[in-house]
């Protein structure tokens, strides 16, 4: 019985010990790996309309078409490279994946380029931390 308890109060500690490195962790100690979001595409909207992301970080973004309409996704502001040949015009009932990655801080919109959804709401960014 008395083995029983200090196993417990072990796992307990070891638990608390784990929770205060991840507490204590400073953004800039992990890697920046990868990360990766969902965007649902529906008629006028992109859901979430937001992605956030830090410089140099990949984005593994998949562009989901729930929608009755073609959609794509843009970054008219910038060249991206990476993204030549690359097609995100995504069909209704499909999805397209891409890498995006940004090496310079700030906010790059996107929209979707069909004509008339993005003056009807079809927008968003991504804002890019250092």
Not at 3 to 27: D, E, F, H, K, M
Not at 62 to 83: K, Q, W, Y
């Amino acid at each position: 019985m008395k083995w029983i308890l200090t196993l417990l109060v072990a796992a307990a500690v070891l638990a608390l010990v784990g929770v205060s490195a991840l507490a204590n962790q400073r953004p800039g100690d992990a890697d920046l790996g990868s990360k990766s979001i969902e965007i649902v595409m529906t008629e006028m909207r992109f859901s979430p309309n937001r992605i956030d992301a830090r410089a140099g970080q990949s984005v593994l973004v998949t562009i989901v078409n729930r929608g009755s309409e073609r959609h794509d996704l843009a970054f008219p502001s910038i060249t991206m490279p990476d993204l030549r040949g690359v097609e995100t015009l995504t069909m209704p009932g499909e999805s397209t994946r891409l890498t995006l990655s940004f090496d310079a801080p700030g906010t790059y919109p996107f929209l979707c380029t069909i004509p008339g959804h993005a003056a009807a709401g079809m927008t968003g960014a991504m804002f890019v931390s250092p």
